[in-house]
């Protein structure tokens, strides 16, 4: 069995699933325009590679300390089905079908309680990605273990393979499918990375080392 791979957000969905949240949120009245703002700048130093993994992800997940669970819940079924549905293409379903005998991860900086509906979606059974730090029901706004983003993404994937008894040395093919330069570190650790509608830096950098080039968006 091979294993294969998925960033999420700009690979999976066109459009980043933490930046569309916090635009609902707005849009829902729960946050402000200067919110939105303070978004669109972290969605910038995110893309241009500038914000720290830490920074990033305390970023988004403070948004939801303040509230309870039971409003998050029903925000995130509204959100799915108003924001998320649309930006879930043909092809990258396609995609993740054509990969049903193989073993499927997603594997995402966004946090569990924002992606867990969308895997599903997918029907990707395997989910790592950041850990809310959640204590007596609520959200703390802080991380649970490694964010998993750049080289998180590797030590969560091992720890998670670990979990199974397996390792990524034991799989003889690999593919990681991303769009994003952050990613870097785990696409030179499988054996077939492929950009997806990929960033500037990272489509430079898959056109000088031959790797696959896909495009996905509608």
Known sequence: MNLVLFDLDNTLLSGDTDFEWLAFLVEQGVLSSSDQEANAEMDRRYRSGDAGALEYVRFYLGFYAPHGMAALLAWRDKFFRTRIERRISRAARALVESHRNDLVAIVTAT???????????FGVEHLIATEPEIVAGRFTGEVAGTPCMREGKIERLEAWLASRGSSLADYAETWFYSDSINDLPLLERVTHPVAVDADSKLERLARERGWTILHLAR
């Open 111 to 121: 946090n569990r309680f924002l992606t867990e509906p969308i895997a599903a979606a």
